[in-house]
């Protein structure tokens, strides 16, 4: 499955930004689908999944009740809604695969298959 995610942008403090995730080559039922993200020097930090269903969640305590992350299965799209972005928030996000069936709650990047390109977001204050 081949992933391109989009959405990043440039937005103030306490706003909204909409990641997407489109899929390719592969249906995203299939698959758990996880966002990242990568800020300058730091290691790549789990952000959130979402199960092939569509029926489960599991977030990073950083992102609980800011983030949410759904699925559009019919448009093979994952989504990362974000709400009451804070400057820490600032990174490259990426969205990730790994086969349906396996536990959505898994914050490792080795537990991932697969990898899109990232998009940059930029929180500023």
């Known amino acids: 499955v081949q992933l391109q995610a989009s959405g990043g942008g440039l937005v103030q403090a306490g706003g909204s930004l909409r990641l997407s995730c489109a899929a390719s080559g592969r249906t995203v039922s299939s698959y758990v689908m996880g966002w990242f993200r990568q800020a300058p020097g730091k290691e790549r930090e789990f952000v959130g999944a979402?199960?092939?269903?569509?029926?489960?969640?599991y977030y990073a305590d950083s992102v609980k009740g800011r983030f949410t992350i759904s699925r559009d299965n019919a448009k093979n799209t994952v989504y990362l809604q974000m709400n009451s972005l804070k400057p820490e928030d600032t990174a490259v996000y990426l969205c990730?695969?790994?086969?349906?069936?396996?536990?959505?709650?898994?914050?490792?990047?080795?537990?991932?298959?697969?990898w899109g390109q990232g998009t940059q977001v930029t929180v500023s204050s």
């Open positions: 990730s695969a790994r086969p349906r069936g396996r536990s959505i709650m898994v914050q490792s990047t080795r537990s991932y298959d697969y």
């Open positions: 979402i199960s092939g269903l569509g029926g489960s969640t």
